[in-house]
Nanobody, 117 residues
């Protein structure tokens, strides 16, 4: 079992920045792909950015050049640095861990990000 705890959400003005953190309960980065997803009310959850066990990253076209995913192996923590935020980035952001070798998938509880215009 893995627990994921997100933090760092909040209210920010358009053009501002936030950094989300996701702390895993144990060291899993060598065998899990870590991702950030977001979901607006009434919409499907969508992938924002991900980092593989090997360190490769990818991100949604809508956030390319603005959001960066990274991780600190010593702290078992994944980050999402969000710059140049837009009102349409307003969502609940979820941390996700997906095993490379099995069907295990874990989700955090979500953190609200609100961008005011």
């Amino acid at each position: 079992q893995v627990q994921l705890v997100e933090s760092g959400g909040g209210l920010v003005q358009a053009g501002g920045s936030l950094r989300l953190s996701c702390a895993a309960s144990r060291n899993i980065f060598s065998t899990y792909t870590m991702g950030w997803y977001r979901q607006a009310p009434g919409k499907q959850r969508e992938l924002v950015a991900a980092i593989t066990s090997g360190g490769s990253t990818n991100s949604a076209d809508s956030v390319k050049g603005r959001f960066t995913i990274s991780r600190d192996n010593a702290k078992n923590t994944v980050y999402l640095q969000m710059n140049s935020l837009k009102p349409e980035d307003t969502n609940v952001y979820y941390c996700n861990a997906r095993s490379t070798w099995s069907a295990y998938v874990y989700w955090g509880q979500g953190t609200q990000v609100t961008v005011s215009s």
